[in-house]
């Protein structure tokens, strides 16, 4: 059954309210009045799509006005987020419908990349979103958290409060944020919100705990973490550099009267695994984590710079945005990169949501070829394509 009578459109301010009320309640919450303003922040209400039935919001949908890092370079980006469609409106069409109405305005705005974090991973490869990134979740009891090589500390550690830390946090990530691909900007308001701490997003756990590390040249890591019987949990653990990182780490491994220590979505390339000294005790499960979806294909391929020389034809598959479907003449080395749609026939073939997985250096084309996902007809194309897509750090993103 289709909804054609369900009007979707950008929601105005005194409907955000009711849109939030909506949105929480989809993933099964209840919005918190006492978090309203710090959410309100984040949210674009131009770009705020919802769906009304009968006047009553029965979907909902935003984008983030962002920009990403791809090899120090940092491009436009719309992060899709806030999806939802109510238990009674379900599987009618609806995120079909709000997709297709977000995907044609990122086009017109000119912004050839989008990505999403998924609750499912079922739901949006459908759309064009390929994994572009993955994170690990570690579990470590506190008994095997010895690390090899304990370095040299230049600087302390010292806890701060939500307020200083609204202050020091933005500075590490904009910084180490640069030399990551993958890393999208989070404007002020995201770092209001993550210092309000709403308490629904606890998961039961306590409040954050803020702590830095700094020499005498000031801050150079933070981490931020919250305790539930005997667990450290770690959100967010950052350092600009080994010695800070190390530094944090080893604070949380030495929190007294803890057991055990989880990390959330850290990258799978991250050093400390190699500084455990019983790193069999790490537990250790990836799961995706930024779905990239390339909304303009040949802007996105020249936006990008490339190690090596490649020289292909892709034919790229994109039912969802049909604008994209084409073949296109891919010339890109480390001078520059030109994408341009000719009638030549394809060196290789696959849909855009594998174009997508392979845009950060994330997974190669081998691999996805290996799979299924890709088709190649010209021995040699995808290996030559791949060399040119390679990256020296895996993609990685923090989403708060
Ligand atoms: C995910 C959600 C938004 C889907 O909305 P919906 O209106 O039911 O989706 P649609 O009817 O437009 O479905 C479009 C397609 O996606 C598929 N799909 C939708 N949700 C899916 C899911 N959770 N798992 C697998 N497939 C799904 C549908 O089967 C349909 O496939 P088809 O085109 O092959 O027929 C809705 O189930 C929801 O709000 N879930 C809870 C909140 C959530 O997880 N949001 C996603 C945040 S990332």
Redesign the pocket.
């Known amino acids: 059954m289709t909804d054609q009578h369900i009007d979707i459109r950008p929601i105005t301010e005194e409907e955000w309210p009711e849109w939030a009320r909506a949105g929480t309640r989809?993933?099964g919450g209840r919005f918190d009045p006492a978090d309203e303003s710090q959410i309100r922040g984040i949210i674009e209400i131009d770009r705020s799509l919802g769906a009304f039935h009968n006047g009553r919001i029965v979907?909902t949908t935003t984008a983030h006005t962002l920009e990403l890092t791809i090899l120090s370079r940092h491009v436009p980006f719309a992060l899709v987020d806030a999806?939802?469609?109510q238990p009674t409106?379900?599987?009618?069409?609806?995120?079909?419908r709000m997709m297709k109405l977000q995907l044609e305005e990122f086009q017109e705005r000119g912004e050839f990349l989008a990505g999403?974090?998924?609750?499912?991973s079922?739901?949006y490869g459908?759309f064009g979103f390929g994994i572009a990134s993955w994170g690990e979740n570690w579990t470590i009891s506190r008994d095997h958290t010895e690390i090899l090589n304990v370095p040299q500390q230049t600087g302390e550690t010292r806890f701060v409060d939500p307020e200083e830390m609204r202050s020091i946090w933005p500075q590490i990530f904009e910084r180490v944020r640069h030399e990551r691909n993958g890393m999208f900007s989070f404007p002020d308001p995201f770092w209001d919100l993550f210092q309000h701490d709403p308490e629904q997003w606890r998961g039961g756990a306590s409040g954050f705990f803020h702590v830095v590390y700094e020499t005498d040249g000031g801050p150079t890591g933070c981490v931020s973490y919250r305790l539930q019987s005997g667990v450290v949990i770690v959100n967010m653990l950052l350092g600009e550099n080994l010695e800070a990182e190390r530094a944090l780490w080893s604070f949380c491994f030495g929190i007294d009267l803890m057991t055990e220590i989880r990390a959330l979505a850290r990258p799978v390339d991250d050093p400390l695994p190699w500084l455990l000294i019983n790193t069999r005790k790490l537990e250790r499960s990836v799961r995706d984590e930024l779905w990239l979806r390339l909304v303009d294909v040949p802007a996105a391929i020249e936006a990008r710079s490339y190690d090596s020389e490649a020289r292909v034809v892709i034919e790229v598959r994109d039912q969802f945005c049909p604008w994209n479907q084409g073949r296109y003449e891919m010339d890109v080395s480390p001078d520059g990169a030109l994408c341009k749609q000719t009638t030549r026939s394809p060196d290789i073939s696959l849909d855009v949501s594998e174009l997508g997985a392979a845009y950060l250096g994330g997974v190669t084309l081998e691999t996805m070829r290996r799979s299924g996902r890709v088709d190649e007809t010209t021995s040699g194309a995808v290996a030559m394509l791949d060399r040119a897509l390679a990256v020296d750090r895996q993609p990685w993103i923090i989403d708060m």
Not at 89 to 96: A, C, F, I, V
Not at 116 to 120: C, D, G, K, Q
């Open positions: 989809a993933f979907g999806v939802s469609v409106h379900r599987r009618r069409g609806l995120l079909n999403l974090t998924a609750t499912e079922s739901i459908r």
